[in-house]
């Protein structure tokens, strides 16, 4: 939390009133703790004059809004596991000082969270006196626009020419009957010399037919003599209509996706808001250029990689799209598959009333998980998921990570790329047509690396448990479970092999 925001809290805990009559503070900063890593502090703790004990958050400007609602799905069932806590007795409020990130998330969660649930607008000034609190009205989106997962990206290296082509890519946009659509404009801000072309435009788009409707497909099909086939990605169909239209001159075109978008973003690339068509230019006042962001990158679902999710099984329609959106994170981790598949039957069918978040991030690319861990220390590649499960008969949270059974690989680096990935160039080109998931458990397996769930039940509470959950696999033989970093620092040959071997193929990579 920054000052400004210590000050507001601060002052608020001395004022609760001006939030409602009757409030009396039970604690700031209030430690819940857990034993298995699902602890956290929550900013004020209250009793209003009701008895419900109320959850007030201040939303801390560098945290994803997503990642803010799954910590308040974390405290409330902190809450009621470590202080026994009926759900009705609960209650939380989430202040800040802007809404532009939070809105359509946060306006999405309250159709989920089992407790009462507000938002408030806070105005404050810089010594954190809190002038004035009023309440969000939750946003209603009758036809919410559905960004699609293949993008283009045009890359330049002069930032005025790509300046200069941005209305060729929206004209032809419009000639191709894409009305809803964005761009960024990108720029490289970082020193890998791998980056020639530093400037880009991303075209991001949301596809004007209901792919699910044949009659409605057709009928567009039949209106604008589109050449259509049956592809995976049915939106690559207008990006190829957009490439037939387009009269621009570009250094370079790729097509994107979300997890492109995303790597680019954390690789030095920043991203502005060029342009914006049909609803997108409508919405400008309510989809900002973070939420466009946000949803290009689609971290709330659509994404290959990554998911953040707030839902609940007593909202079918819903339910089926977060564990579709699962399935496609997931998917090439067997381990995690089998289990989290039982987790979420046994939610549905005796728990079916449970408000479910989870944060999960799982990029299936052993290979670099071991080469950025040994090279550099950095264990931002390590897969690892939380799901926290509440409902009014129990309090659950499942952590998922990698571990390490013992068992040390008798080959090196290099051997292991050629036996597992067809050698470093099948590396890289099973990487980069996104199939890197087909090998992750032999990998894996192979060196001994096991992916593993820890349920802690009633996290915080005197009665808090935790086990050890593993796929069911008959007459399996589970050696001990230890930290991945313990391999790291235990397989020094085979590790600096695949380093130097990757190195040797792709400078920068590594």
Same mark, same amino acid.
């Given at each position: ?34 034993e ?9 703790? @209250?009793?209003?004059?009701?008895g ?6 201040i939303?801390?400007?560098?945290q994803a809004?997503r ?22 007795k ?7 000082t802007?809404?532009h ?8 969660y ?12 806070i ?23 559905k ?9 330049f ?21 894409i009305l ?7 720029d490289?801000?970082?020193e ?11 075209? %991001?788009? /949301? ?19 589109i050449?259509w ?10 990006l190829?209509w957009?490439?037939?239209?387009? /009269? ?9 996706f ?65 564990k579709?959106?699962?399935?496609? *994170? ?8 089998? %289990?989290i ?9 005796k728990?079916?009333?449970a408000? *479910? /978040? ?14 950025k ?16 499960e ?7 949270t499942?952590?998922?990570?990698l571990?390490?059974t ?25 990487m ?6 087909t ?5 894996c ?10 349920? *802690?039940l ?5 009665t808090?448990? @935790?086990?050890?959950?593993r ?19 235990e ?6 092999s695949? %380093? ?9 990579? %590594?």
């Amino acid at each position: 939390m920054n000052q400004h925001e210590s000050r507001i809290r601060d002052y608020l805990c001395q004022h609760l009133e001006l939030i409602e009559s009757g409030m009396l503070l039970v604690q700031k900063e209030y430690k819940i703790q857990s034993e298995n890593g699902a602890g956290g502090s929550i900013d004020i703790l @209250a009793r209003d004059f009701y008895g419900h004990f109320v959850i007030i958050e201040i939303k801390r400007s560098n945290q994803a809004a997503r990642a803010a609602l799954h910590e308040l799905t974390k405290y409330i069932a902190l809450l009621q596991s470590s202080l026994g806590i009926q759900t009705e007795k609960i209650r939380v409020l989430l202040l800040s000082t802007e809404w532009h990130e939070l809105a359509v998330p946060f306006s999405e969660y309250l159709k989920s969270v089992e407790v009462a649930t507000h938002g408030f607008w806070i105005d404050a000034n810089q010594e954190g006196v809190v002038q004035e609190i009023r309440p969000f009205i939750p946003l209603t989106l009758a036809t919410p626009l559905k960004v699609e997962r293949v993008q283009n990206i045009y890359f330049f290296r002069d930032a005025d020419d790509r300046d200069s082509a941005l209305k060729g890519i929206v004209s032809a946009a419009n000639e191709a009957s894409i009305l809803d659509f964005f761009i960024f404009a990108m720029d490289y801000g970082g020193e890998s010399p791998q980056v020639i072309h530093p400037h880009a435009a991303y075209f %991001v788009f /949301s596809a004007p037919v209901d792919y699910e409707n044949p009659d409605s497909l057709q009928e567009f099909i039949d209106a604008t003599e589109i050449d259509w086939e049956d592809l995976e990605e049915p939106g690559e169909n207008f990006l190829c209509w957009l490439g037939d239209r387009l /009269s621009i001159e570009y250094d370079s075109m790729e097509i994107g996706f979300p997890e492109k978008l995303n790597s680019m973003m954390s690789g030095g690339w920043s991203a502005q808001i060029a342009h914006r068509g049909g609803r997108y230019t409508d919405n400008a006042g309510l989809l900002t250029e973070a939420i466009l962001l946000a949803q290009a990158r689609q971290i709330e679902g659509g994404a290959g990689l990554y998911l953040y999710r707030t839902c609940s099984p007593r909202f079918k329609s819903g339910w089926g799209i977060f564990k579709n959106d699962l399935s496609r *994170v997931v998917s090439g981790c067997s381990a995690w598959e089998q %289990v989290i598949a039982g987790i979420l039957q046994a939610i549905e069918t005796k728990r079916p009333d449970a408000t *479910v /978040s989870i944060y999960m991030y799982n990029p299936t690319d052993i290979v670099l998980t071991i080469a950025k861990a040994s090279a550099h220390r950095d264990y931002r590649f390590l897969p690892s998921f939380q799901l926290i499960e509440s409902s009014p008969t129990r309090v659950c949270t499942y952590l998922g990570f990698l571990a390490w059974t013992g068992s040390t690989p008798n080959f090196l680096g290099d051997e292991f790329l050629s036996r597992y990935f067809d050698g470093t160039e099948g590396y890289f080109l099973t990487m980069n047509f996104g199939e890197l998931y087909t090998r992750y458990d032999a990998a894996c397996s192979a060196l001994g690396l096991e992916s593993i769930v820890v349920e *802690v039940l009633n996290p915080g509470a005197p009665t808090e448990s @935790a086990r050890l959950l593993r796929r069911q696999v008959r007459n399996a033989d589970h050696q001990p479970t230890l930290p991945f970093e313990q391999f790291i620092a235990e397989n020094e040959l085979f590790n600096k092999s695949l %380093v130097r071997t990757l190195r040797s193929f792709a400078f920068g990579f %590594v």
